[in-house]
C-alpha cells in the first residue's frame, strides 16, 4: 500500500486547509487511519484517527472543535479538513494505515503499517 498526503500550503491564520490522502495498492488490507504532523526538532505527534467504517473518530485535544477527519473508502482517501488555523499548527503532516488484525492502534505514534509522504502546512500572515 502507498499513501501519498496532499492538499498543504501557506494560509493565514484563522483560514482553512482540506488535507487528502490517497491510497494504492493492496487498499483491501487497511483498517484505521490516522494523521499525524512533525516539526524539525520535535517528535511527531498524532492528531486524527478515524476507524474503517468512519464510525468512530479520535481527535488530538489541540485541534477538536477545529479539525474533522474523515474517509471515502469508495475513493480510498483519507481527508482531513482543517478550519481556524493557527501558526502551531505549522508541520509537515502526514497520513498512516494500519491493516486489518495488525497491532498498531491509532494515535500511537510509531507501529502503523503504512507511512505516506507528508504535505506542509504553513500558517503565517
Known amino acids: 500500500v502507498q499513501l501519498q498526503a496532499s492538499g498543504g500550503g501557506l494560509v493565514q491564520p484563522g483560514g482553512s486547509l482540506r488535507l487528502s490522502c490517497v491510497a494504492s495498492g493492496s487498499t483491501y488490507s487497511i483498517d484505521t487511519m490516522g494523521w499525524y504532523r512533525q516539526v524539525p526538532g520535535k517528535e511527531r505527534e498524532g492528531v486524527s484517527c478515524i476507524s474503517s467504517s468512519g464510525g468512530n473518530t479520535y481527535n488530538a485535544d489541540f485541534v477538536k472543535g477545529r479539525f474533522t477527519i474523515s474517509r471515502d473508502n469508495a475513493k480510498n482517501t483519507l481527508y482531513l479538513q482543517m478550519n481556524s488555523l493557527k501558526p502551531e499548527d505549522s508541520a509537515v503532516y502526514y497520513c498512516?494505515?494500519?491493516?486489518?488484525?495488525?497491532?498498531?492502534?491509532?494515535?500511537?505514534?510509531?507501529?502503523?503499517?503504512?507511512w505516506g509522504k507528508g504535505t506542509q502546512v504553513t500558517v503565517s500572515s
Open positions: 498512516a494505515a494500519g491493516i486489518l488484525g495488525g497491532t498498531w492502534t491509532c494515535p500511537e505514534i510509531y507501529g502503523m503499517d503504512y
